[in-house]
Structure formats: C-alpha cells, structure tokens
C-alpha cells in the first residue's frame, strides 16, 4: 500500500509556515535553565545601564536582530558586566581584610572623636549595594596610584588622600570612595562640614545607577555641570554650597556661544532620535496589524 501523505499547514491558518512553539519540546529542566539565564541577563543589562537599559532592551530586542547595534550592546554589556565584577571582587576583599580607620592629629583626637559623634550617619541598603562594585573600582585606583586609603567611620565611606592630585578640583566622589587631595585646614568642624556635603552625592550616584547605571551619575553631573558651572551645579546645590565651599554668590548658568552651540546639537540629536523613535513605532504598529489579520 503507498503512504499516506500527513496533510500539509492550511495556509489559510494564521500557522502557516511557522514553526512548532520550542517551549513545547523542552524539558521543566531546559525551560528553568532559560528563565535563569535570562534573568542573568537582564541582571547584567540592569546592572550597567540601570532600569533605562532594561526598558530599552525590553522595547528593541524584536526590532534589532543581528545587526551592529545589537552586537555594540552586547559588547558594552559584557565589558561594563566584567569592570564592575572586578570591582565587586575588590570591594569585598576590602571589607573583609578591613583598612585603618581615618585618624585626626593626636592634640585634637579627643574633641574629633566628640564631633564625629554628633555628626554620624548610617549608610542606607540601596546606596550600600548600588555603590559597591563602582567603589571597588575607585579602591583599586587608589591603590594603584599609591593613595593612602583610610575609612572615615563617622559617615561611612572610604577616603583616598593623593600627595599628586590630578584634577583641578580638590575632590571627587566615585560610589562610595572620596579622592581627594591632601587636606591642609586641619579644622575638625571644617572637615566634617565637608564630609557631609561630599555623602550627599552617594546618594545621588545610588538612586542615578539605578535610573541609568554607574555612569549615570558622572555624565549627568558632566552635562549639568557644562551649563551650570560650580555652585549653580544642580547636584552640588542639592548636597549643600555652604557645606561644600561653594562662592554662593556665583549660581548664575553660563551660557556663551559654546554652550548654545552644544544646545543646538543636543536637541538636534533629540530630534532625530525621536523621528527614528516614530518610524519604528510605526513598523511595529504596521507588523501588528499584518500579524492580527492573518
């Protein structure tokens, strides 16, 4: 007897020439093992480029299949993802081998000591974790250009003092870690004045890494900076001018032709960005409707 040839897909049926679902030949086993490799990755995305970067790999990922955009994100994924596993490595190396303690000079160790005291604060969970391996990063910087590194218990970070500063400013903070060039006013009031300014700004890296990822922070500091120079910085007005030494009298923007023309580019950029944003949307609307007819 001829075999009987199995009937064909309708192509009348909206599963004409599309394959079987892979979910229904998978194993609980396989189809746990993708879930936990998806959240992996989705931990690795969140984790450089923040809640941001998951929305957009969530809103392109049907859309970008392959092409060069898609493997540049890749990229930058797993290099951002190895940075900050190394900085996770040496953060927590620090806190288990534990560093000395930031000291005052010994004729005011008394009266620093009474001071710090009144001025401790706690550091939060979220700013503790959305901190860590960037501050590790800014550790293992510290060590490799010969920084004494030192923990100021009174509010709960790490200090990186240079005899060589580089930057013009006399300090930065990176997660959880002040660089910082020598301080010559020994003033105990002056420096925790100071200090407590500079915390501000853990915070406001915390909650930007979650927005954005850890370079969050810096460019948006950068950009605001750009405009808004010294003490009419956003974030340094938020963490407190007097605090931070800031001319109070100097908080108007700048605003010359360098920063018009930057201005220009940006919201040209935003423009474009927002048509290319349309069209998208628009083949995506279009494949929808093609999709439910059929």
């Given at each position: 007897m001829p075999p009987?040839?199995?009937?064909?897909?309708?192509?009348?049926?909206?599963?004409?020439g599309l394959p079987r679902a892979a979910s229904a030949d998978r194993t609980p086993v396989q189809q746990c093992?993708?879930?936990?490799w998806l959240a992996m990755k989705a931990l690795a995305v969140f984790a450089v480029f923040g809640v941001l970067g998951i929305a957009v790999t969530a809103v392109l990922r049907h859309r970008v299949k392959g092409g060069r955009l898609q493997h540049v994100g890749k990229g930058a994924v797993a290099v951002g993802s190895a940075a900050l596993f190394v900085g996770a490595i040496v953060r927590g190396a620090t806190a288990m081998t534990g560093v000395d303690r930031c000291e005052p000079p010994p004729e005011i160790k008394n009266y620093a000591a009474e001071q710090a005291a009144e001025a401790a604060i706690s550091i939060g969970r979220l700013d503790q974790v959305m901190t860590w391996s960037v501050s590790g990063i800014a550790i293992f910087y510290g060590r490799l250009a010969g920084a004494d590194i030192c923990y100021f218990e009174a509010h709960k970070y790490y200090l990186s003092t240079f005899d060589r500063w580089p930057l013009s400013r006399g300090s930065v903070f990176v997660g959880n870690v002040l660089l910082s060039k020598?301080?010559?006013?020994?003033?105990?009031?002056?420096?925790?004045?100071?200090?407590?300014?500079?915390?501000?700004?853990?915070?406001q890296w915390s909650w930007a890494t979650v927005i954005g990822g850890p370079l969050a922070f810096p460019v948006a500091y950068t950009v605001d900076n750009f405009f808004f120079p010294d003490a009419a910085n956003h974030f340094e007005r938020a963490a407190g001018l007097d605090e931070g030494g800031y001319d109070?009298?100097?908080?108007?923007?700048?605003?010359?032709?360098?920063?018009?023309?930057?201005?220009?580019?940006?919201?040209?950029?935003?423009?474009?960005?927002?048509?290319a944003v349309r069209r998208e949307r628009h083949k995506i609307l279009s494949w929808l409707k093609g999709w439910r007819r059929s």
């Open positions: 009987i040839d199995e009937p064909g897909p309708d192509p009348r049926s909206g599963d004409a093992t993708g879930v936990i020598r301080l010559d006013d020994r003033s105990v009031d002056r420096v925790l004045e100071l200090s407590g300014h500079e915390v501000a700004h853990r915070e109070t009298d100097r908080t108007s923007p700048r605003l010359g032709w360098g920063e018009v023309a930057a201005l220009a580019v940006s919201l040209a950029g935003i423009e474009i960005a927002s048509l």
